[in-house]
């Protein structure tokens, strides 16, 4: 299988400090503000939800796949929320919400395949200390 790399660089005190993030073409900043207020720049938590569609959506197109059925397509949104417990800050909930096209496929079938994608897909597997919820719509 494959390695991934990505690289953060963090200057200066958490609330005062500025830190930068890269992997393959992107390249780009995080801040206090980006990442526990509103603000300019990205953040760990989004990178996560990112991950998440990206692999959810794979993950289930490659379920459908396998029944011989050609998804149109699988568009995923994760909603990624920071809460916090006795330990400081953690991911609590991360909200998918997948609406797919695909002739053929059954309701039945669709919810089974969602489901199922939503517990095996790899950053599902990583992340499954956080409540994940999930909304599919198959259109």
């Given amino acids: 299988m494959s390695v991934r790399t ?3 660089i963090w200057n200066g005190t958490l609330k005062d400090g500025k830190g ?3 992997f393959s073409n992107y390249n780009g900043p995080y801040t206090y503000v980006s990442r526990f207020e509103e603000g300019p720049g990205t953040n760990p938590e989004e990178l996560i939800g990112a991950a998440h569609s990206g692999c959810y959506s794979m993950f289930l197109s490659a379920l459908i796949s396998g029944e011989k059925l050609a998804p149109e397509s699988v568009e995923t949104t994760a909603s990624v929320h920071l809460g916090k417990d006795d330990k400081g800050p953690l991911i609590t909930t991360i909200e998918l919400d997948c609406k797919v096209k695909c002739e053929g496929l ?3 079938k669709f919810n089974e395949l969602a489901a ?3 517990a095996g897909c790899p950053i599902s597997r990583l992340v499954a ?3 994940i919820k999930l909304t599919a719509t198959l259109l």
Avoid: Y
């Fill in 129 to 131: 200390a956080a409540d």
């Fill in 106 to 108: 059954s309701q039945e």
């Fill in 20 to 22: 930068t993030m890269s």
């Fill in 116 to 118: 199922a994608a939503k």
């Fill in 6 to 8: 990505a690289k953060s």
